[in-house]
């Protein structure tokens, strides 16, 4: 178990939100509950990029299970900052751990598949059952870019 060898520093809170640097695996993990409103989100985002360069951080999971509704999506916004604003950072993989609505996980999974076909940018997205499974594909050298 990943987590256990490592407990995160929070670095971030406010509210239902929390970002974790787990430093042993150059990580930060974001998660919230309940909604977040769109302005929110993109400050959180920005946020994530101030730590991700000040902790040299290149892993980011995203833990939505506690999600409740995909309030925040704005497809122009997130295109600009998953294809500038994040590749001027060492991001390499990127892993969400999925609310249960499904609706808002299709349309989020059907905007990254977009994003990863038509701008291929310089990381790795994928869902995982949870954090420490993450983590192991963080470490697995034999499926990095």
Known sequence: MFLLSCLPRTVFKKG????????????LHLSWSGQID???YKNLMLQ??????KLKVQFWIFDAREEDNFKFFDPEWS???????????PIKKIARIAS???????QLS???SRILKEQN?????KYLP????????FLDKEHEL
């Open 130 to 137: 949870d954090a420490n499974h993450a983590i192991a594909w």
């Open 121 to 125: 940018p310089p990381f790795c997205f």
């Open 48 to 53: 994530m990029l101030d730590f991700t360069k």
């Open 79 to 89: 295109t600009h900052f998953l294809t500038r604003e994040l590749s001027k950072h």
């Open 100 to 106: 249960g609505n499904s609706n808002n996980e299709t």
């Open 38 to 40: 769109k302005e929110e």
């Open 110 to 112: 059907s905007f990254m």
């Open 16 to 27: 239902n939100i929390e970002i974790d640097y787990y430093e042993k695996y150059h990580c």
